[in-house]
């Protein structure tokens, strides 16, 4: 088994414009005691590499139960999901970690930063996952936090940061790997428009240097900067469509 | 709105079944521990505490300094208590005990029973100790010889009533042994430092009365009221010229005490207060197995050290869950409700809790009282409980441990701001305390000290099973011969002595165990004794088998023969006497000592038998001699048997050929030996008990507290699982956290245990030295312990969704 999902790991060699996301019939449901509520019902959708996809809808949709399935947090109740031409939807908890490491970064609304550690230390927390050596952690989390214009501020704890800050260095740990994958799940939501701005042009940049984002947002502004906005609701998605005043945003 | 409180403190109760059965069972625990252990230490103290005059009565003690021998002893001169009733006007009353005899056998219908709890006592016993009667007058009862007070007990034993008692015969073995009731008292209490059932005439003790140089009386006396007995102390030295030193001078040749003394000897008379005889005595010759202090302390810090480690445990688990009622007291507060009335919700849930957890705690101590009762060797009835202080505690108990309990979480949770806690975000101030690291220090420390105490308890006792003691206790058998010449006594032995189970048998008046018969004498190396040649030694009087029967060793010389005519003048001393003869070579010396008619023998030494210990280890081995005279109160038979049961028939019944109706008693050796550390194998047992308990309610603690942990860092556990984190960094993150506490506590423990231990170590002249080894695996028992326990919880935060609680939707 565990050779398995090491195989799959090796797999992941993209080549230019091909599909990295494959979603077929993919179902979500929740069970409580009485009650069994589907999230996502039967979602249909590719994401080719390199490509900055908007998932929009209200409330309750299942945009998040989306992202989080597409970013192996979560498995699929049915339905099949091919992560670069692999299905990962019935991956055990191991292989899905095993498989996220390196591959995906993440970025929260609430930031998600681990209040007890440094801006540093935070950034760091990938790279010993992944159990890269000291000197090249230092290496590589200095140069993000620079690209991130956070590194004077990489021995503060997060309580000492802005919100605009603090999302910043969330999108640090997540491409400190260099993933060719980012998931970002409502990244302006607790942000003034000036650093919500800032952060979706850190975004914008990073898809322009090949990396894919699939971006989860409320914000018809921030989905302006996708490629492609996918509009879901009731767990279905509903429309579909490219995004061409793109290159006026950035 | 209590009646909303309490809904909810049910509800919740309800809703978190698991964690409330800990939370209640750990505080049941510790509670009934608590209970257990304030009962018995309110019994030690209780001793002799029932005699109205306790606080004026005292003990008379003897500290003898002779020859390099030291004897502390329990009793004194027959004539000290009249002397010092007839000199000191502060002296208002004084009573003695005699029981050197031993054991009495009482005749009952037609058959002999021996019966241990037997004293004779002046006739002045009631005027100082308080011992209601139930008929007759005790004022008068044993003014005459002949004549007996008996415990309610003994008269429904020998007479079927207390009626029928009184003004009736008791017929004992001895000549002249009839006795008339003339009393029957209550039975004596259980806490009493003596406990006889026949108290007889002192008129019938066959004693060369008026020696000041004999100690052999158990002498009391009450004070008048306001006398500082330190004070009369004091008058000691004064009786001592007057009277103890002229009968010095004329059988020992001292001159004077500065000339006693300057030759390292010393002579002291002191007093104990009554109260103080059972926890503060352990001298020679004492009546009975007396308690100790310093296990009074011990058991008093673990009781206090258990019940605030369910306290505390209450604590760190009734936090774990506050976490989650944070929203609860959001909405409260929003709706109007004031700090002072959550804080008195909280109160009453964890008072309700403990209230709960105290009659747990009855019925837990209900059903474990007759263990307890076996295992410290105490008589203590849960009935007890219902006296007005008893009552008192466990009513006021559960309010003040609640109270104590509830404290801490009451103001964390009502301090918790509603705009924070209904955002979710409550979490993030709660985390950062040191207080429950704190207290997990504390539980883990304590519990360590006991399991360190405890483990080198037992390494003691097994010590001293299994130490050589210089003589093979295994495999013989002591039996008390019964009132019968000595030629039928030898015939007796003689007979068993053929069994084909039996190795070697011989007469055994003396035995190397406490409780057995002692005879001290002064020697000398000269035939003029002085205080420079002079020195105290144990002589014992055996038989040609005793050495080979009880299986020690000459290690110089020869044991006594029939071969040699002259052993009758023989005498073989022990390795210390040897040591105290050097540089000479003993064999061949010569010793001299006074005879009972006070005429000085010569005794020439032909052995040396090695060291043996003939008192409990906790004492060294002093000088002992054995010379070859009859004494036949006993026998013992080295055997080799495979079936004991049907030896001891054959036995028996040898003995019943020759005195039918005689009691046959027996024990074995071993057990004897094992009897000397009976208080020791007791408090081995109630340590085991409490340092169990004590790590179990430590570890529901550690528990909680990892539950509380895992709790509080859920989006942190989600965040490093999304970062790459393996259940097993998330598991060792968790873990070491604890284990880093563990060994924390370990570090403090480790030397208070040793330093404790040593203490008590020290009271053993024979003890074991304390193995490094003992404190690693100890150490490393709570390590593992610990990392089970934090275990649970940490796989299952491990194991958990991310997503779940990283929602923030």
Avoid at chain 2, 27 to 43: M, Q, R, T, V, W
Avoid at chain 2, 131 to 154: H, K, Q, Y
Avoid at chain 2, 462 to 476: A, L, P, R, W, Y
Avoid at chain 2, 694 to 718: K, P, S
């Amino acid at each position: 088994m565990s050779q398995n999902y090491w195989k799959i790991s090796l797999y992941i060699n993209y080549k230019p414009n091909q599909i990295m996301i494959q979603i077929t019939n993919l179902k979500k449901s929740f069970r409580t005691e009485e009650v069994e509520t589907l999230a996502l019902n039967k979602v249909n959708m590719n994401i080719a590499e390199g490509e900055f996809a908007a998932i929009m809808g209200p409330s309750g949709c299942g945009k998040s139960t989306l992202l989080n399935i597409i970013g192996m947090l979560d498995n699929p109740t049915e339905g099949s999901y091919r992560f670069a031409g692999h299905e990962v939807g019935g991956l055990k908890e191991r292989q899905r970690t095993e498989l996220r490491k390196g591959n995906l970064g993440f970025v929260f609304q609430s930031f998600n930063l681990i209040d007890e550690l440094t801006v540093f230390e935070n950034v760091e927390l990938p790279l010993i996952y992944l159990k890269m050596s000291k000197n090249e952690r230092r290496e590589k989390v200095t140069k993000v936090l620079e690209r991130m214009k956070i590194a004077h501020r990489a021995k503060h704890f997060p309580h000492q940061l802005s919100g605009g800050q603090q999302q910043r260095v969330a999108i640090a740990r997540a491409v400190v790997t260099k993933p060719k994958l980012i998931l970002a799940d409502e990244p302006t939501g607790n942000l003034d428009s000036k650093n919500g701005t800032e952060v979706m042009n850190l975004l914008t940049e990073l898809n322009q240097e090949g990396t894919t984002i699939v971006m989860v947002t409320h914000s018809d502004h921030d989905s302006n900067y996708a490629h492609r906005v996918i509009n879901l609701f009731d767990g279905q998605i509903v429309t579909e469509s490219q995004n061409r005043a793109m290159g006026a945003m950035v | 709105m209590i009646k909303n409180y309490l809904k909810i403190a049910w509800r919740n109760l309800w809703k978190y079944k698991g964690f409330s059965a800990i939370n209640v069972g750990g505080l049941a625990l510790g509670l009934s521990c608590f209970i257990l252990i304030a009962l018995y230490i309110a019994d030690e103290l209780s001793y002799d505490r029932y005699n109205e005059k306790a606080d004026r009565i005292f003990r008379i003690n003897s500290d003898i300094r002779f020859g390099g021998t030291d004897l502390i002893m329990a009793v004194s001169a027959d004539p000290m208590g009249a002397t010092l009733k007839k000199d000191y006007p502060q002296v208002e009353e004084y009573t003695r005990f005699y029981n050197s005899d031993g054991a009495k056998l009482i005749k009952n219908g037609y058959e002999y029973i021996p019966e241990g709890r037997v004293t004779h006592a002046d006739s002045t016993l009631f005027k100082v100790f308080t011992l209601p009667s139930i008929l007759g007058n005790t004022a008068t009862a044993l003014n005459d010889p002949n004549t007996v007070v008996i415990t309610e007990s003994a008269a429904r034993k020998y007479f079927g009533s207390v009626s029928n008692a009184l003004g009736n015969t008791l017929e004992t073995d001895e000549e002249n042994g009839l006795y008339k009731v003339t009393a029957i008292i209550k039975d004596v209490p259980h806490n009493s430092h003596f406990n006889y059932d026949f108290f007889f005439s002192m008129d019938n003790v066959d004693y060369n009365f008026g020696n000041f140089l004999s100690h052999n009386f158990h002498t009391y006396i009450v004070l008048k009221p306001g006398e500082d007995y330190k004070e009369f102390s004091k008058k000691f030295p004064e009786v001592i010229d007057k009277y103890v030193l002229p009968q010095a001078k004329e059988y020992m040749n001292i001159a004077s005490m500065a000339d006693f003394e300057r030759s390292g000897n010393n002579l002291e008379y002191s007093l104990t207060p009554l109260t103080d005889i059972h926890l503060h005595s352990s001298r020679s010759v004492e009546m009975g197995v007396n308690g100790n202090i310093q296990y009074v302390y011990i058991f008093a810090a673990a009781a206090l050290f258990i019940l605030l480690i369910a306290c505390i445990n209450f604590m760190n688990l009734s936090t774990a869950r506050s976490a989650g009622r944070a929203k609860e007291v959001g909405m409260r507060k929003v709706l109007g409700t004031e700090k002072k009335a959550l804080v008195g919700q909280f109160l009453l849930e964890s008072t309700l809790m403990a209230c709960f957890a105290m009659f747990l705690a009855i019925g837990i101590t209900w059903l474990t009282m007759s263990w307890f009762n076996t295992i410290a060797g105490k008589e203590m009835v849960i009935g007890t409980l219902l006296q007005t202080p008893y009552l008192l505690v466990l009513i006021l108990l559960p309010f003040l441990v609640g109270g104590l309990a509830g404290v801490y979480p009451a103001f964390f949770l009502s301090s918790f701001q509603p705009v924070i806690v209904l955002k979710g975000k409550q979490n993030a101030t709660v985390k950062k305390s040191n207080f429950r690291n704190i207290l997990v220090i504390f539980q883990f420390t304590t519990s360590i000290i006991l399991v360190i105490g405890t483990v080198i308890i037992y390494q003691q006792l097994h010590h001293i099973q299994t130490s050589k003691i210089g003589f093979d206790k295994e495999q013989v058998l002591v039996v008390d011969n019964p009132g019968l010449n000595w030629e039928k006594r030898e015939s007796i032995k003689n007979e068993i002595g053929k069994l084909s189970d039996v190795k070697s048998a011989s007469f055994a008046g003396f035995l190397p165990v406490e409780n057995s018969s002692r005879t001290d004498n002064t020697f000398s190396t000269e035939a003029v004794a002085n205080t420079d040649n002079a020195f105290n030694m144990q002589n014992w009087s055996i038989d040609y088998n005793y050495i080979p029967t009880l299986g020690m060793e000459i290690i110089k010389g020869r044991n006594f023969s029939p071969d040699f005519g002259t052993d009758s003048t023989a005498i073989i001393i022990n390795e210390t006497t040897a040591n105290l003869l050097e540089p000479e070579d003993p064999i061949g010396k010569k010793l001299y000592s006074r005879d009972e008619s006070g005429l000085t023998q010569e005794y020439s030494i032909i052995g040396v038998v090695k060291n043996f210990n003939y008192e409990s280890l906790r004492k060294n081995i002093g000088p002992l001699s054995f010379r070859l005279r009859n004494n036949s109160w006993a026998s013992a038979y080295r055997i080799n048997a495979t079936d004991i049961k049907s030896l001891l028939q054959t036995i028996e019944a040898t003995y019943k050929d020759y005195a039918p109706g005689m009691p046959f008693n027996y024990q074995f050796l071993d057990e004897a030996f094992d009897n000397m550390y009976r208080q020791e194998q007791r408090v081995g047992k109630v340590a085991f008990s409490f340092a169990v308990l004590a790590i179990v309610i430590a570890c529901l603690g550690l528990f909680g507290l990892a539950t509380y942990m895992a709790e509080q860092r859920t989006r942190e556990i989600g965040i490093r699982k999304v970062l790459g984190a393996s259940a097993t960094n998330v598991v060792s993150m968790l873990s070491v956290d604890f284990l880093r506490l563990v060994l924390f506590s370990f570090v403090i423990a480790a030397p208070v245990a040793w330093w404790i231990m040593h203490k008590w170590l020290e009271d053993f002249a024979f003890r074991i030295s304390m193995g490094w080894w003992i404190f690693i695996v100890t150490g490393a028992l709570a390590l593992i312990l610990a990392l089970l326990t934090v275990s649970y919880q940490a796989l299952k935060a491990a194991n958990a969704n991310p997503v779940k609680s990283l929602r923030t939707e």
